[in-house]
């Protein structure tokens, strides 16, 4: 692996909550922590001299060529964010503006980017989104998209989870901006690399698309707990009562219809029978580095490859990426790492699955509570983060909390991810602190703004959301390990099971795809 980034190449992404602009309109006064203000000097001052070339004498209202690879499903709500319908003043997708854009006065406003390329396997997204996009090249190969890298300032890879890293990794090396959508990579070592690689090019815009992280809640939670009011947080758990993967039939019938069926019956194996390809579609490219495998209606479109070990991870790595960002951002887990730098990783990591109490070689379980540990780091203590789906529900839990949110649990008190303070009768004369967090002028702004050289970092930028992503995935590895495990996160193993290397890197890639990533 590459060797871990200096600290001068990172002092950019240390604040918890990355500053963003705040409109010249503005008359009150944003107050700022000593660390979002170094993160702000840092990442606006000599922007231009470093940059990559696309700004060297660029007007910074220029704007980005994009190629988009994938263009369909999450693709294509990135070309809604990223695009205005020409002559129409609105989005794309026919809205003013998008979800990771917030009420003024933070708003930014909306992209309006070039379309260059459009990839994708499926002929029918490709076709429907060059309609809109006439004047982009169009490919199925995501590989053959960066045989022409002049085409192209920036890239949003929108495919499925075992291709992530290979559009984001050639982006990155060949000084692309990057917009990936989460989770940042398929497994612990690709996104290891990913975060490295990026590292090497602090100039290079990147975020990963977990939208929420750049909503004003986030701030104001954290604007919450700055007060103190429920004391130090010790424990944190966060639920998402999606139900997709393997379960019993009548859990299945009552939480996973249509994608967790075929032909009536509930999917809790590989089926046998060989499928025609549709005619639109490229299976051996959409199959990629994976095992090659018959083509089967199980597998796709998005709801059906995410229950498939070798092509995704199931509901932990896919709302884990939303949801546990919550306590991510809001808490300061950062510890040092002895070389300069610093590292968020849990110390233990257990996961169980009432449902599925033994690990099925080839579907991720529906239901799944994964128990990380954190060590103290600075003022917080020792945290344990509790990650609930499907039927899994945190202690106390009651309808009212909502199917999916967090609650922090302090000496004084808890706290709900809607803001809402317990018990209440106990906070009913709390007042709630003003705003004095920045807040984000949107999720796809912050990354074209940091893009032109016009804002600091992106808020789940890769060095934040790498470390994040990892710990996301540790909870799929204990769980498919069978053991709580003990994480050496400068050496990337689980230092009580060598059964569980398998699942931190993918033992082997296939003909055509193992020469590509270089660490």
Known sequence: MPAEPNASACVSFLPIIYPMKTPKTSTSPQTLTRREFVGRTFATAGVIAGAPAFLRGQNLNSKLNIAFIACGGRGNTSLNELTIVPGSGTAAGGKKGGKGAVPEPAAGPHPDENVTVLCDINQVAIDSAAQRYPRAKTFTDLRRVFDRPNDFDAVVVSTAEHTHVFATWLALTQGKHVYCEKPLAYNIWETRLIRETAAKFPKLSTQMGNQGHASPMRRTIKEILNTGVIGPVREVHVWADRAWGLQDAASAEKFDKPHGFYNGLPIVDRFKEEMPIPANMN????????????????????????????????????????????????????????????????????????????????????????????????????????????????????????????????????????GKLLPEERFKDFIAPPPTLPRSPGHWVEWVNYAKGNGPVPGSNFQYSGWTTEANHLGNVAYRTGKKIEWDYANLRATNAPAAAPFIKRPAYRKGWEGILKA
């Open 283 to 418: 299976w051996d490219l959409w199959t990629g580095p994976a095992p090659a495998r018959p083509f089967h209606a199980t597998y796709f479109p998005g709801p059906r490859w995410y229950r498939w070990w070798e092509f995704g991870n199931g509901t932990m790595s896919d709302l884990g990426s939303h949801d546990n960002d919550v306590p991510f951002t809001v808490l300061d887990l950062w510890r040092p790492d002895g070389k300069g730098g610093r590292v968020l990783a849990p110390a233990t990591i257990e996961a169980v699955s009432p449902n599925v109490p033994v690990p099925h070689p080839e579907l991720a379980p529906a239901t799944l509570m994964a128990t990380f540990q954190f060590p103290a780091a600075g003022a917080q203590p020792a945290l344990k983060l509790v990650w609930h789906q499907g039927d899994s529900k945190p202690p106390g839990w009651i309808p009212a909390w909502g199917k999916r949110s967090c609650v922090f649990m302090g000496d004084k008190g808890m706290l709900l991810g809607d």
